[in-house]
């Protein structure tokens, strides 16, 4: 097995999260092929959500997971087959959307199916990415009356310096 493939494939997989959670839509776009496609299956949006190219899919997670939105996303335990320049993840997934605007909190489970391809360069894309939620839990922010989000200094700023 390419050990180093499998490392790249991981930190790619991680960066498209972490890009995701601070909102850092270039970067995201990086990780991405540009026929990359992607299906989201998630009871919150009703049926199935599905893309065709980087500039949608991106477009889509801008304006859904955008401003006023705090979000954190974790997949572990990958399970990653690589053949050659192109290769398949598994991973299991767990995320919490703060909706503070609609006193929402979302909380779900599902694993992700991935395909990567290794492009010109040698570095990996994302060419397909999605999952089927295991579940969606959703809470309102006025059931927990103790609830304070302090935490999100952070990834204002980090939204602030880049639009500056």
Not at 46 to 59: E, T, Y
Not at 142 to 162: G, H, I, K, Y
């Amino acid at each position: 097995m390419d050990l180093v493939a499998l490392e790249e494939i991981k930190r790619l997989k991680h960066r498209y999260l972490r890009c995701v959670d601070t909102k850092d839509w270039d970067g995201l776009a990086d990780t991405l092929a540009v026929d990359a496609t992607a299906d989201y299956g998630t009871p919150v949006y009703g049926s199935p959500l599905h893309f065709d190219g980087r500039d949608a899919l991106v477009a889509f997670l801008r304006d859904k997971l955008g401003e006023g939105m705090t979000t954190t996303h974790f997949a572990t335990q990958p399970e990653i087959d690589i053949d050659g320049a192109e290769a398949v993840g598994r991973w299991a997934f767990q995320d919490t959307v703060i909706v503070e605007a609609h006193r929402l909190v979302i909380t779900g489970a599902a694993y992700y199916e991935d395909r990567y391809r290794r492009a010109d360069g040698g570095r990996w894309r994302i060419t397909h990415t999605g999952y089927e939620r295991i579940y969606e839990a959703m809470s309102s922010l006025d059931d927990l009356p103790s609830f304070r989000l302090t935490a999100n200094r952070w990834a204002v700023e980090q939204v602030a310096s880049r639009e500056g």
